[in-house]
């Protein structure tokens, strides 16, 4: 099952920013973003009549996962390093990445590794669906 996360209007916060000072130029990029008339969002250069710039969607989430999880759906555990950084000057055993492992095996649901012969680290019934990214998804977006 596909979910529209970049939508999500729970979780998503809308920056647009302007690469350029000269509004001309910044109007030229594939990726501008105009609202619309009637409200919705045009991305491309040739906006709908009365459509009002607002520049170059950056879209980012307020969510358990952050960015990754709205744009990608990029699922990865961080290195030991990072998680006993934490710890450490926070003094919060509870962020030992042995800890953290075992969150992560609770709540991943992988879909792509055999759990008998190179599962061990993963977790295959958790709510978080982990998955190989199909490459046609990558190569049928040109921006």
């Keep these: 099952m596909q979910f529209p996360s970049a939508e999500y209007i729970n979780t998503k916060w809308d920056f647009f920013v302007s690469h350029y000072q000269d509004t001309k130029r910044q109007q030229r990029d594939s990726k501008f973003t105009w609202r619309t008339p009637s409200g919705s969002l045009y991305t491309g250069k040739n906006p709908p009549a009365g459509s009002n710039p607002l520049g170059i969607l950056y879209p980012r989430a307020g969510t358990l996962g952050g960015c990754s999880m709205h744009n990608a759906l990029v699922a990865l555990l961080p290195h030991?390093?990072?998680?006993?950084?934490?710890?450490?000057?926070?003094?919060?055993a509870s962020w030992a990445a042995s800890t953290m492992k075992k969150h992560f095996v609770k709540l991943e649901?992988?879909?792509?590794?055999?759990?008998?012969?190179?599962?061990?680290?993963?977790?295959f019934s958790g709510y978080l669906g982990t998955a190989v990214t199909q490459i046609g998804l990558l190569a049928s977006d040109s921006k």
Excluded at 109 to 123: E, F, I, P
Aim: proline letters at 0%; a negative charge.
């Design 80 to 92: 030991d390093s990072d998680f006993n950084y934490i710890q450490q000057i926070t003094g919060d």
């Design 109 to 123: 649901r992988n879909q792509y590794s055999n759990s008998v012969l190179n599962g061990a680290g993963h977790g």
